[in-house]
């Protein structure tokens, strides 16, 4: 299938993210032990036969630029097409100061002239926070077979999204109301991936810039829900949009489930992304592993319980490590106890501490802290 090209919008942060992105943006955040959140739409695209991407940056990009590099581990390092960054975007406030992110039909408008390159017919529009892995050669299947305008795919389950968009069809499939800023959500939730054809997106995009009109969900999805013919797909498997630090945490620890795992990593649309340059990890003889994902090169001589280890981790004996997740190269040092904690890269939690958080509010550790 070569009808479709993708783009990609990765924002600079979320504000419920906190220190997970104090360097990154929410693109870039590792996931599931081995991945970065947008290994998954990438993999979404090119598992689809899709090879021209197109990923527009916002700030704190650095992180994300060097973990694409030229798209070669998702196969799209290629002479023609292929994986495209797209500068940075942000409106003018007033006096010429660069101000913060509106909406994507403004970043689209900052990016006009790469719209004009696009040689397919149709166009998926998605952002890289978004981990699942969706069957995007369906999607576009039936957009074309319903006759949609807009199609967006949506999750079939009862997770709230915060600031989420929501959409209401009725029984042919076609959407009626598009609602977000919900106290109590309704509807299916929509997972942020549209597909469209090339020549309506060119067209909404130059009827925004006309009005000074920035934002999507308000002033294409909920203006035009009369006017253009909206569907839904719905999608029954694992969805996490990753907005906050407990929705990271509670996705995250969900990969323990055996049958969410396979879900997410079904064999018939690989996730591909970054090999860690790591050896194999190694448990020692007074090590202990329990319902835990560890990636490669780590090194466990203490105890491991329903915790998620990133390549490099350290675990020495006499350690206790229960329900965190621990990103690449943290360290926790002799006798220290730490539970429901994330930390960052290159942690060291010192020998004999302590850090305890809970489920439902776990603790972040910055980046290079010694705690």
């Not at 990016?111 to 699942?132: H, P």
């Not at 929509?190 to 909404?204: A, H, N, Q, V």
Request: proline share 3%; aromatic share 8%.
């Amino acid at each position: 299938m070569n009808g479709l090209h993708g783009i990609i919008f990765c924002y600079e942060q979320r504000s419920d993210l906190k220190e997970l992105t104090k360097t990154r943006s929410a693109a870039s955040i590792p996931f599931g032990g081995r991945y970065r959140a947008i290994d998954f739409g990438l993999s979404n695209l090119v598992n689809a036969g899709v090879s021209d991407v197109g990923v527009v940056l916002h700030g704190r990009y650095q992180s994300l630029i060097d973990h694409l590099g030229s798209g070669k581990n998702w196969d799209l390092s290629r002479k023609r097409g292929g994986l495209k960054l797209l500068p940075p975007f942000a409106y003018e406030r007033r006096g010429g100061v660069a101000g913060e992110f509106r909406g994507k039909m403004e970043a689209l408008a900052g990016v006009r002239s790469y719209l004009d390159t696009i040689r397919q017919d149709y166009v998926a529009l998605m952002e890289g926070d978004l981990v699942a892995n969706l069957p995007l050669s369906d999607v576009l299947d039936q957009h074309i077979r319903s006759g949609a305008d807009i199609t967006a795919v949506c999750g079939n389950d009862s997770f709230a999204v915060d600031n989420g968009v929501y959409f209401e069809p009725d029984n042919q499939g076609r959407v009626r109301e598009v609602l977000y800023h919900l106290h109590t959500p309704r509807g299916y939730r929509g997972l942020e991936i549209y597909i469209l054809s090339t020549r309506l997106l060119k067209e909404l995009v130059d009827g925004c810039i006309g009005r000074d009109q920035y934002s999507w969900r308000h002033d294409v999805l909920q203006a035009g829900v009369d006017r253009l013919n909206i569907r839904a797909y719905i999608w029954n498997g694992f969805a996490a949009q990753i907005r906050s630090v407990q929705e990271y945490y509670d996705r995250s620890m969900q990969l323990l489930d055996p049958a969410i795992r396979a879900d997410l990593f079904a064999p018939e649309r690989p996730i591909r992304a970054k090999s860690a340059d790591k050896s194999s990890s190694y448990i020692g003889p007074s090590g202990r592993c329990v319902n835990s994902l560890v990636g490669d090169g780590c090194n466990v001589e203490g105890s491991v319980e329903d915790s998620i280890l990133f390549p490099g981790v350290m675990v020495e004996e006499g350690a206790r490590v229960r329900g965190c997740i621990l990103f690449r190269d943290t360290v926790i040092r002799r006798n220290a106890d730490v539970a429901c904690i994330i930390t960052d890269k290159r942690v060291e939690v010192l020998a004999d501490r302590t850090l305890i958080g809970h489920a439902s509010y776990p603790l972040v550790v910055s980046k290079d802290a010694r705690v």
